[in-house]
């Protein structure tokens, strides 16, 4: 147990603690309701790179939400459960989000929920985070005229925004619910903790007109929204130090898990046969 925190030591020890600091999280239902969102990825034209546009997009169907991002409370319950390894961030306030997570311990918090409750728990796409997240969604566009005969106009750019980013970083992690709401009754968006998404880097080549010539999709880097749009490889516990493809570095890499709300023929019947 060395160089554990003592509630992670508690956590650990003794079962009864652990679960009884879970409760149900509060979870929103979001729709298939189109909305305008900046599409994702990195897009270029004629090897130079340009903004994402805007699109008229839609989730697939409906799921819920959780309210609040995962806190060190929940998480360290699936710790106690041998389920998930322990978070590089804080586990001495069972309030706070948690931290320190990497895309592959985020995943096996959900199949452990999954597990636990009979219904697939998963990590948001990020359409559906960014549906979410509402009016408090930042789009992160540079909106600039790119000139392909002058590159410099849009690394000046790039560098503007990048330093606005770190003279405007929240460097508190608050406890969960503290921050902000969405008008869709998400909370805690944009502040120290950036959250991972389901949702695989794509790189999209266009023509002059926008049409897409090709796109590739990378699933060893995820997406990650904050107070901007970042991409991560999926061990990334701590980007501070580097990490990040797009913009400013995130701080602290947390998140919260949707809920589908049609689960499917197969899952139900794996279900019923496993008991």
């Not at 452990?112 to 728990?121: A, E, H, K, L, P």
């Amino acid at each position: 147990m060395r160089g554990l925190s003592l509630l992670a030591c508690l956590w650990l020890c003794c079962p009864a603690l652990a679960m009884a600091d879970q409760a149900a999280p509060v979870l929103l239902r979001l729709d298939p309701v189109p909305f305008t969102h900046r599409l994702d990825g990195e897009w270029q034209r004629d090897g130079h790179p340009v903004d994402p546009p805007l699109a008229e997009v839609q989730i697939a169907t409906p799921v819920e939400i959780m309210a609040l991002p995962v806190s060190v409370g929940d998480y360290m319950a699936c710790v106690q459960a041998r389920a998930c390894v322990l978070p590089d961030g804080p586990t001495d306030r069972a309030d706070l989000p948690v931290t320190g997570v990497n895309w592959l311990d985020a995943t096996a918090y959900a199949d452990w929920m999954s597990q636990q409750t009979g219904d697939i728990w998963r990590l948001p796409s990020d359409v559906e985070w960014a549906q979410g997240a509402a009016e408090l969604y930042r789009d992160d566009a540079l909106n600039i005229v790119d000139d392909p005969g002058n590159p410099a106009v849009r690394w000046l750019a790039e560098y503007e925004a990048a330093a606005e980013r770190s003279r405007d970083r929240d460097r508190e992690i608050r406890p969960v619910g503290s921050l902000n709401v969405s008008a869709t009754g998400m909370r805690d968006i944009g502040g120290a903790v950036w959250e991972w998404t389901s949702t695989c880097l794509r790189r999209v080549d266009v023509d002059g007109d926008g049409k897409i010539l090709r796109q590739d999709e990378t699933c060893g880097i995820y997406i990650a929204e904050g107070r901007h749009r970042a991409a991560l490889t999926l061990f990334e516990r701590n980007p501070r130090t580097g990490g990040c493809s797009v913009g400013t570095p995130p701080d602290n890499m947390g998140f919260r898990l949707v809920r589908e709300l049609n689960p499917g023929f197969l899952h139900r019947m794996s279900r019923w046969l496993a008991g």
